[in-house]
């Protein structure tokens, strides 16, 4: 049977539900808000021939570089200049520009094309390489990401994360659809719909995977869904609420919170669902668990001191290594702690005179700052690099995502037309 007149029927029965990879109807929109203040000059030539391929590489690349607000793009003119071309530093100079990046596309007889580039720095006038990436049309974006991590690594010595993948949940229409898209907002795509509540989605940690948790089946059930294959397990179906999947950091875990004994209480379950085992041990509601970088914690939301503040336990769990200690003290609330994949900053949403703010914390210190001038902010997200939060907002009544530099500092808004969207979680690197 036709899988959309099935999932008709059995809307009638329970929730509605598809996988699908079509593209989304609704696109997502980047708009800069803020830029930054510590711009590096560069020029991006317009590359040799490609005019005549799908994408224009070039511009992709002075897009990335903009939106990541430590680039500033210096007109390099129009007329393409290729990579084996030689560069006059001194008159790259003359232009403002400290760097320079060339380069051509070439189609090639299997119908793939092949884009090569070279990185120049023409204040120390060096050539910092280059690569030639070859793909097919459709991945074409791809490929211009994948030159805009190279050039923001070689200049600035930190990976980019133009090639990574974001993941969030519009609400368009009366339906939930979990979409992923290209760092830059194109290629949405739908890996689910739900009549239901589609919430909480996690990358896992090889970009393979999603755990999410959906109610189609009229309360909160946690799915692994593989990317690929779009074969997905319900990984967690106890008694009672099964919420916030959170993966370790080699994928091989989950942590989870589930009302099985009454009161919501972390858990660890394995990435297939066997192995339960209860890692906190209160009274009170335990909830939102994140693994640390380094896999030896889980931070989580507790309301055992009264109000909720996020504490660290040990991955063993509280019955076996102690209990919980407190991590947030200022602010009457704080929730959905979220650590940076280098380990040293804690982002997570705090209750200031009834807003909602993000804030990040250095772990080694305990400093926290306030990143955003909304107030209702939730579900940060850490960039692979841990340079950029993701996050849910409103503006003007409408959910929007927004990325925000972890020295806030840039400031990017993702909408969609006519619709919400919210729950956002960044992939991890690309290989
Ligand atoms: C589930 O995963 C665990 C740990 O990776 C493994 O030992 C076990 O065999 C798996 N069980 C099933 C049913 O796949």
Redesign the pocket.
């Known amino acids: 049977m036709n899988s959309i007149i099935q999932c008709i029927l059995r809307a009638v029965i329970a929730g509605c539900l598809l996988i699908t990879t079509a593209t989304a109807h609704a696109q997502l929109k980047i708009e800069i808000t803020g830029v930054g203040s510590n711009f590096l000059p560069i020029a991006v030539a317009a590359f040799r021939d490609e005019s005549a391929a799908p994408q224009q590489i070039s511009e992709i690349i002075r897009a990335d570089l903009a939106r990541s607000g430590r680039f500033s793009n210096i007109h390099a003119g129009m007329a393409p200049i290729a990579e084996t071309n030689t560069v006059d530093f001194g008159s790259w100079r003359a232009k403002g520009a400290d760097a320079l990046v060339t380069g051509s596309v070439a189609h090639l007889a299997n119908g793939h094309y092949e884009v090569r580039f070279r990185l120049y720095d023409t204040v120390k006038q060096q050539d910092l390489s280059g690569l030639a990436l070859i793909s097919s049309a459709s991945e074409l974006r791809l490929s211009a990401h994948k030159i805009a991590d190279y050039i923001y690594q070689k200049l600035l010595g930190e990976r980019g994360i133009f090639a990574t993948r974001l993941s969030y949940v519009a609400h368009t229409g009366g339906q939930y659809q979990l979409q992923r898209a290209d760092s830059d907002g194109q290629n949405a795509r739908t890996v689910l719909t739900s009549s239901e509540p589609i919430i909480s989605p996690a990358w896992s940690p090889h970009g393979t995977q999603v755990a999410y948790v959906s109610f189609e089946h009229k309360k909160p059930v946690i799915y692994v869904q593989d990317l690929l294959s779009e074969q997905r397990t319900a990984v967690s179906n106890q008694k009672g609420s099964n919420s916030a999947p959170a993966w370790s950091p080699d994928g ?1 875990q989950l942590a989870v919170a589930l009302s099985l004994t009454g009161n919501t209480q972390i858990y660890s379950i ?6 339960l085992r209860r890692l906190s041990n209160s009274r009170s509601i335990d909830t939102e668990p994140r693994f640390s970088a380094d896999g030896h914690s889980i931070y989580f939301t507790s309301d055992r001191g009264g109000a909720p503040q996020i504490y660290r336990m040990s991955v063993q769990g509280e019955a076996t290594a102690g209990a919980a200690q407190r991590i947030t003290f200022k602010g009457s609330e704080n929730t959905s702690p979220r650590l940076s994949p280098d380990g040293k900053l804690l982002a997570y949403i705090s209750r200031v005179n009834g807003a909602f703010k993000l804030y990040v914390q250095e772990i080694s210190t305990g400093e926290a700052i306030a990143l955003t001038d909304s107030d209702s902010d939730e579900s940060p997200s850490f960039s692979p690099n841990s340079k950029y939060i993701l996050y849910a907002t409103r503006i003007e009544q409408r959910g929007v995502l927004a990325a925000v530099s972890t020295d806030g500092r840039t400031r990017q808004i993702l909408s969609i037309k006519d619709g919400n969207i919210r729950e956002p979680s960044w992939g991890p690197f690309t290989e």
């Open positions: 091989n394995n990435a297939n669902g066997t192995d």
